[in-house]
């Protein structure tokens, strides 16, 4: 039986976790999309991993109310990887699919970055605020779609040397930058790692590729260089496939 699930911010639970409001647009498509009522059973997620079964007791216009009933397993775990995509800034839909695709496929977070060639260029701060919002709401619908109940974060549009010369996120990280030129072969790369990393940041660039200034500032900075396929990959289509094939090498994508 499909689950029909709903997400609600842990700020959407009651003190004794007893009962949970759905705020106006997720109550909107529980009464008006799925014509469910009082007494109907729906699962909630809360955007941190976890998933509860519950049923309905009051649907209104402007929220929903609903009985936690017990904490289950969520259909689709966790990969035991966390993993972060760097991504060069491409314009709107390519990167509305890239956030899409990655969401699904187990991505952590999401790391937007504004290089040298980039297709987007950000006005200002509430420009970046608004991108990072809209790219935030779909890896939500993402996680509905595919049975996640940990929702990436998305970063908002931040430099290329923010991220490269960051503090990686655990001691162990494997950070590198897929290029189109000078990187080695990915299998040669994992095949040198002493150990399997629980950790990795994997950097894309724009279809114009990377300069040779940027890729020199990440090996400069601890990065590996990596070179992947015989052929020009669009930089959509290299962001998903390098998510896909790093959960297969090293997450649960078997």
Avoid: Y
Avoid at 206 to 212: D, I, Q
Avoid at 214 to 234: P, S, Y
């Amino acid at each position: 039986m499909v689950r029909r699930r709903f997400f609600a911010p842990p700020a959407a639970f009651a003190a004794d976790q007893a009962t949970i409001v759905l705020g106006s647009d997720e109550a909107r498509h529980l009464r008006d999309v799925l014509r469910l009522e009082r007494g109907n059973e729906v699962f909630i997620f809360d955007g941190k991993g976890k998933e509860f079964r519950c049923t309905i007791q009051d649907v209104t216009r402007s929220e929903a109310k609903l009985e936690v009933r017990e904490e289950v397993v969520p259909t689709r775990p966790e990969s035991h990887l966390h993993l972060t995509l760097g991504l060069a800034l491409l314009k709107a839909d390519k990167f509305d699919l890239v956030v899409q695709k990655a969401t699904e496929l187990g991505v952590q977070r999401i790391v937007p970055v504004m290089t040298k060639f980039a297709e987007v260029r950000i006005r200002d701060d509430a420009d970046a605020s608004r991108r990072a919002a809209r790219w935030q709401r779909i890896a939500l619908e993402a996680c509905k779609q595919s049975g996640r109940a940990l929702v990436p974060k998305i970063d908002a549009p931040g430099s290329l040397d923010s991220l490269l010369w960051g503090a990686p996120s655990a001691a162990e990280e494997w950070r590198v930058m897929f290029a189109e030129r000078g990187g080695s072969g990915l299998l040669e790369e994992i095949k040198s790692l002493q150990a399997q990393p629980l950790a990795i940041t994997a950097l894309v660039g724009t279809e114009g590729g990377w300069s040779e200034e940027e890729i020199d500032m990440a090996r400069k900075a601890g990065w590996r260089v990596v070179t992947f396929g015989g052929r020009t990959l669009r930089a959509e289509t290299a962001g998903i496939a390098v998510v896909a094939l790093i959960q297969h090498a090293f997450g649960d994508l078997i």
